[in-house]
């Protein structure tokens, strides 16, 4: 079993930056990929970036390339989301997720465990 907690959510307004942590604790986090999804009100889930066992190799949605860097450590069983250039758009709930694989995938079935999630809410 993993669990994951997120944080650093919150209220920013448009063009500002937030950091997302997410914090796994269980079976051996640095074998496996992470990711991070969102989900806004009234829309499904959505994939927003993913990262490989040992941050090899790293996967972005077209609407957060060149805004958002996911990165790990895996000495503190800890991944990030680094969201500058924020946009009312990037309103939603995001989840972090663990992929039980060394490389990440795109969609919500590639993902085995899921945390509660943390709001980010961008003004206008």
């Known amino acids: 079993q993993v669990q994951l907690v997120e944080s650093g959510g919150g209220l920013v307004q448009r063009g500002g930056s937030l950091r997302l942590s997410c914090s796994a604790s269980?079976?051996?986090?640095?074998?496996?990929?992470m990711g991070w999804f969102r989900q806004a009100p009234g829309k499904e889930r959505e994939f927003v970036a993913a990262?490989?066992?040992?941050?090899?190799?790293?996967y972005y949605a077209d609407s957060v390339k060149g805004r958002f860097t996911i990165s790990r450590d895996n000495a503190k069983n800890t991944v990030y989301l680094q969201m500058n250039s924020l946009k009312p758009e990037d309103t939603a709930v995001y989840y972090c997720?663990?992929?039980?694989?060394?490389?990440?995938?795109?969609?919500?079935?590639?993902?085995?465990?899921w945390g509660q999630g943390t709001q980010v809410t961008v003004s206008s």
């Open positions: 997720a663990v992929r039980i694989d060394y490389n990440g995938g795109y969609y919500d079935d590639d993902y085995n465990y």
């Open positions: 269980g079976r051996t986090f640095s074998t496996y990929a």
């Open positions: 990262i490989s066992w040992n941050g090899g190799n790293t």
